[in-house]
């Protein structure tokens, strides 16, 4: 996996997970992979049965390591998606304070309907990519206050998609950041966000 280019900022100066096992990082894109699977499959009552058979297995072992939040290794991992197996990952080409480029490619189980992706996961996918950007680069950590979601085209699901993101201004303790995702030459969707710098003590 390629690591992110820029600093991750780390919450309320909680430490970061120490050890990431062997092999986590993997298991992360099976578990994604698994949430495609499930969504495209129609399976009979037998192989219903095998399967909820191994997704309990599957809890079982996950339960034997459940922790707190700032100890999970899910969201933390140095790597595009964090670890965070909910939201679609944005893999970043190209990044500067002001402006990152990257893909995203929403798999099928971000299927909305007739090969649209949902209108919930986009700005899921929005949401955690402005706030990685604008709280990267050394910025002080800021909340999400308000998203602006324009849907100009059909996004479509199992495409690679190219996604901008640009820190437009900051003014006291707001910033303010505008996106977008297009297929090739067609613009999907355009984006904005306000993050608001928390208050000294604020979580
Ligand atoms: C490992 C790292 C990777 C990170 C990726 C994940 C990042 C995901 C980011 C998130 O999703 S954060 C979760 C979603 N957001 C929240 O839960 C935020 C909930 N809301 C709050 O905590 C507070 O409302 C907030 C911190 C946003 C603002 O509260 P404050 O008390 O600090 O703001 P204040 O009332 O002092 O207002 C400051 C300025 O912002 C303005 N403002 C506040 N909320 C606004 C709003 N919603 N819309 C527009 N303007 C707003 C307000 O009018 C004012 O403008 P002026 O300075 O010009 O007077």
């Not at 297995?57 to 996950?62: D, R, S, W």
């Not at 339960?63 to 939040?69: M, Y």
């Not at 190209?94 to 909305?112: A, K, N, Y």
């Amino acid at each position: 996996m390629d690591p992110l280019p820029t600093h991750i900022p780390n919450w309320w100066d909680k430490p970061a997970p120490v050890t990431i096992p062997d092999g986590y990082a993997d298991f992360v894109e099976q578990f994604r992979t698994l949430q495609d699977a499930m969504t495209a499959a129609a399976p009979d009552a037998e192989q219903t049965r095998t399967a909820s058979r191994l997704v309990a297995e599957l809890i079982e072992v996950l339960k034997q390591s459940e922790t707190d939040e700032w100890s999970q290794l899910s969201g933390r991992l140095p790597v595009p998606g964090r670890g965070q197996t909910l939201i679609p990952v944005v893999h970043i080409n190209s990044e500067t304070e002001h402006e990152s480029r990257g893909t995203v490619r929403f798999g099928r189980q971000f299927l909305g309907g007739n090969g649209a992706a949902h209108g919930g996961a986009i700005p899921l996918m929005f949401d955690d990519a402005f706030g990685r950007f604008a709280n990267a680069h050394g910025r002080a950590i800021a909340r999400t206050a308000n998203l602006h979601i324009d849907y100009r085209s059909v996004t479509p699901i199992d495409t690679d998609l190219t996604v901008t993101l640009r820190f437009d201004r900051e003014e006291g303790r707001k910033r303010y950041v505008t996106g977008e995702i297009r297929d090739g030459d067609r613009l999907c969707v355009e984006a904005s966000g306000l993050f608001i710098v928390l208050k000294p003590g604020a979580a």
